[in-house]
Structures are given as C-alpha cells and as structure tokens.
C-alpha cells in the first residue's frame, strides 16, 4: 500500500493542485493531511473542498484550531491572526464546520498522524528536539510510525534499541531499515521552510517496499502570489512562499 502524506498546506490551493496531480501519477491508495490547511494562503475554500473531494483523511492543526478558539486565535502574531481573520470571510459554512470538526490525532494500522507534538499536540514544535526531549515524545504513544508537520521542514527521528538519532529527511527515496520506530516531519505543502527550494513537498510512504519518499513538487506560484495581493492578505505572506 501506498500512502501519501501532506502538511500545512495554508490555503495554497496551487500547490495543493500540482500534488494532488503527482499523487494520481503513483497509484496511491491513502492520503492524509497532518493540518493547517488554512491559514496565510489565499485560496481556503478550494483547498477544503478539495480534500474532501479526494478522501483526503486530516487532522487538526493550530490553525484550524484558531478558527475553533477565539482565545487560542487571539495569541497568534498580528500577520497570522489578520489572515485568519481573512481565511473564515473566504470559507463556506461546510468547509468552516469541516475543519473545525477535525479531530487531534489520528492512528491507523501502527501509524500516528499529528499536526504538532505526539501523542496529539496541535500546538507544539519539534523544531531540533535534544535527544533527552525525544526519549520524552517516543515514550508518550505507542505507534512505530509517526508523521507530524508543523515546522514546516524536513526531519527525522529514529529509536532503535532505546537510543534515538536525528538527521535531516532527504529530499528523494530512503529506505527504512532496522527494527526501530520512526518519527517523521513531513515539510509543507504550501509554504516549505526547508533547505532545499520553494517548492511543495509531500512524503510518499511505500508499506510494501519499506520505503519513505520526500517528493518535491513545483507549482504555479505566481498565480498564488497574484490572489494574495487581490484578496488582501499581509505583504509578508507572499514573500514567505519563498522562505
């Protein structure tokens, strides 16, 4: 089985678009979507309905929690509160009652899916954990896969024999080796923070070859740069597409 895994897509419907394209190509039979599928893009309402058209399987994330709490939203920087703010003028009662009903966490067949921080924190960074932080978040659940976003980078986390190592997620095929668990930060889709370029990334994951696929994905940009200006989100939105 084949299983195509997307993160913080932020309302960047082009590229959400050019991925969904590359997925038709591979014969994936599951996608899920690790949250923020709103938030600082233009086009939330194409993006939602997008991912319920596909079977897209989501979790929550912190922005989609911002549209659940007025109290969470009301922490976020000026920048992201605005584009909220932006974002729910743009969706339709359905999609607004989709993403706010989504649940924290998911599990399927030994596999977590998580927006933030296992076991289930939409909220929490894993921005270059120490090895003793790691320990903490393998021993909270108890899957031997997990895929999270949030920090809109690529990394990865293993456990093997009680010790854990770290390294950056290669753009390309990796094989999955050994008998150990793996923690996986999956980029972004919409708006990539990673070493590599602007482009969208999502991960492929091949059960049956043991194999984990970092795609990278090249979309039309411009034409989200272009809605963000006519739609009236922050100047800083459209240089971020470009780190």
Not at 100 to 120: I, K, N, Q, Y
Not at 130 to 155: K, M, N
Not at 213 to 227: A, C, F, G, M, N
């Amino acid at each position: 089985m084949k299983v195509a895994i997307l993160a913080d897509i932020h309302g960047n419907f082009q590229a959400l678009k050019a991925v969904l394209a590359d997925i038709s190509r591979l014969s994936v039979d599951r996608i899920f979507s690790l949250g923020d599928n709103i938030g600082y893009g233009p086009e939330p309402e194409e993006v939602v309905q997008s991912l319920i058209r596909n079977g897209v399987h989501s979790v929550m994330g912190n922005h989609e929690l911002g549209l659940a709490s007025s109290s969470y939203s009301a922490r976020f920087h000026v920048t992201a509160r605005d584009s909220l703010h932006l974002t729910r003028s743009l969706l339709s009662a359905a999609s607004l009652a989709w993403l706010t009903s989504l649940p924290a966490f998911s599990v399927w067949e030994d596999t977590r899916f998580v927006h933030g921080c296992p076991p289930e924190s939409m909220t929490v960074y894993l921005f270059n954990p120490s090895e003793t932080r790691l320990q903490r978040v393998f021993a909270a659940y108890p899957e031997s896969i997990c895929f999270a976003g949030h920090i809109h980078d690529l990394a990865w986390h293993r456990m093997e024999n009680g010790a854990v190592t770290s390294s950056p997620l290669p753009l390309g095929r990796s094989d999955l080796t050994g008998q150990g668990r793996h923690l996986f930060l999956c980029g972004s889709v919409g708006q990539p923070r990673d070493m590599f370029n602007w482009h969208a990334k999502y991960v492929l994951w091949d059960q049956a070859a043991a194999t984990i696929e970092v795609r990278d994905v090249e979309y039309d940009v411009q034409t989200t740069v272009q809605l963000l200006k006519e739609r009236g989100f922050p100047g800083s939105n459209a240089k971020r597409l470009f780190w």
